[in-house]
């Protein structure tokens, strides 16, 4: 984590002290970070209801999005993954991204996850990047806090 919070802090003094995440609109001092996670450490990041979110929006003030989608889509096996957006204050990624790691770990003595952790499903939709929170996506997304992105 120290190292990935090294690595965005430099990308942050290289675009003007936001770090975007690959996306235009992100002001200085705010951050937009993406990470893919497996399935299971999406439903443990929501929790019951989304309450785990919500207590991550009140600590950290971080917007928190679980994109719907399942990498590959159609399906729902070990392997899969989904993407997880925080935003809001650079101040607050290191405790998000804290968060996220522990819903992570939570997996990690499962046995797909070896093999989850050298591979990477997120470049197998056709046509639609992982990453991007454009398109469609009227009903395919779960957005929890109460920031807004921006």
Known sequence: ??????GLGKIAEEHGGAICGGETGVEPGNARV???VPVTAAAV????AGQQVK???SQAGMFVHVDERVIPSGTHAELSEQVVVVS????GVAAAL???AAAVAQSANEAWFEIWAN??????????????NKGKGKGKSKHYGGGHET
């Open 34 to 36: 993406k990470t893919v």
């Open 1 to 6: 984590l120290t190292a990935a919070m090294q």
């Open 55 to 57: 207590h991550l929006q």
């Open 45 to 48: 990041l929501l929790g019951p």
């Open 119 to 132: 591979s990477s499903n997120c470049g197998s939709m056709p046509g639609s990047p992982p990453y991007s």
């Open 98 to 100: 804290s968060l996220v």
């Open 88 to 91: 809001g204050p650079c101040a």
